[in-house]
Nanobody, 128 residues
């Protein structure tokens, strides 16, 4: 079991950058795939990005939503039990609460229902 905790949100001007962190307790962290999701006010939560895991079940593929490809990069440091989401060229449409979540590699990628452990979220506001 892992318990993710997000940090790094804040207010940034359009075109700026932020790096979000997802740190989790538990010595099995590296075996879980970690995903980032976001939810804008009045909208449903949507997939953003997903990283691979150190597991015999995993191919270590990374996934990105079309809306963030080329601007966001997901990476992980298992020694620190942390996954990062580097967000560049931010747009006002990126304004949302960002959540990280963990899933077992054998479940379906990018699908919200596959992720079983969720953080509380961190808010990102991009001003125009």
């Amino acid at each position: 079991q892992v318990q993710p905790v997000e940090s790094g949100g804040g207010l940034v001007h359009a075109g700026g950058s932020l790096r979000l962190s997802c740190t989790a307790s538990g010595d099995s962290f590296s075996t879980y795939r970690i995903g980032w999701f976001r939810q804008a006010p009045g909208k449903e939560r949507e997939f953003v990005a997903e990283s691979g895991a150190e597991s015999v079940w995993d191919d270590y593929a990374t996934y990105y939503a079309d809306a963030v490809k080329g601007r966001f990069t997901i990476s992980r440091d298992n020694a620190k039990n942390t996954v990062y989401l580097q967000m560049n060229s931010l747009k006002p449409d990126d304004t949302a609460s960002y959540y990280c979540a963990a899933r077992h590699p054998a479940t379906q990628p990018t699908v919200e229902s596959s992720f079983v452990y969720w953080g509380q979220g961190t808010k990102v506001t991009v001003s125009s």
